[in-house]
């Protein structure tokens, strides 16, 4: 079995079946090794082990597995992110090898890409991404979202890229957080927010009639111009408010619930849909759907992956289904990989989808081109 594992993804790989050994060979890793840890090893636990590793200044990335019930793998993964390790899946035992191996081969790709960037650049600065934003080197990509009962495209989701002159096309995950930190982040959501209604407004003349979500910070949701400068767009482009859907992280409006409550409440009184986005990772998502008036409810894709072997995170998904609508929200799980993971969803009464199983995020004009109404 392991051999051919090795075949597909390349790896070196080393046992240990002494925890003494092991611990005095894990300092010897590479920056960029990967650990299958069992949680069930004859002389220690894989807790110790994982507090062991907390305490090394370049611990290895973690797979878990065990042959415990799904809570203890659940467990040990909020374990070892507290302590600061990166947990890049858990698994049960009996191992499923052809699932084994798509993990690692993706871990191993994955790895690989993120290495490359490092080895050729340090990341952009801030006068770059002034730059792009006032120069028109972002773009906007669409990632289609499915009605599961129907199968025709309901909505897109906005997310923005930065066409780097010389680093090429860069992610948001390597520069909202610059962005944030550096008081940018307003002018960006400005910029994704009017180019996403511009586009909107073209799909409406090309008689595709889809919604647009857009995501907000926790910045945006304390501006207090927001209502009146989104509803001024709107009528500009004449659009309903109702074909736009702001989301809003539970991370965002935990940090900024009293103040932003009147912001929200504002959009959603001009007709705005609100959208709770990654619903189940924060600590307080019932008070927040308590609270703001949310109209979509966002499964976090961290339960969507795992609903096809996972009978917790199926469990997970299906309440928070019953809960948005019990609670009149529309209902969306992302991060949808397989017909599997579509077919539960749709058979658990979710009622819309995305993700690559369906579509990655294409640029605007695959839209028109793949979902425009033929004549």
Known sequence: MLSDVLEIT??????????????????????????????????????????????????????LMSGHDSGVLHAAEKLGRAQGLEIIAYIGKPINLKKFKKLLTSTVLEASKLTAIESTESGPNVEELQWAINHEQLVLHYQPQFNLSTKSITGVEALVRWQHPTLGLIYPERFILLAEQQGLIGELTQWVVEQAIKQRQLWNEDGLDILVSVNISAVDITNSTLPEHLAELLANNNLDPRMLMLEVTETALMDELVSSLEILTRLRLKGVGLSIDDFGTGYSSLSQLHRVPFTELKIDRSFVSNISDDEEAKAIVKT???????????????????????????????????????????????ITQNYKPSV
Do not use: W
Not at 28 to 45: C, S, Y
Not at 335 to 362: H, M, N, R, W
């Open 320 to 366: 928070c289904i019953i809960l948005g609508h019990e609670l009149n929200l529309q209902v969306v799980a992302e991060g949808v990989e397989t017909q599997e993971q579509a077919e539960i969803l749709t058979s658990l009464g979710c009622d819309i989808a995305q993700g690559y199983f369906y579509s990655k995020p294409v640029v605007a004009d695959e």
């Open 10 to 63: 390349g790896l070196t790989v080393q046992s240990y079946s002494h925890a003494g050994h092991f611990f005095e060979q894990v300092k010897t890793f590479e920056h960029d090794a990967i650990l299958v840890l069992d949680l069930n090893m004859p002389d220690i636990d894989g807790i110790e082990v994982i507090r062991r590793l907390s305490t090394m200044s370049a611990p290895p990335a973690l797979i």
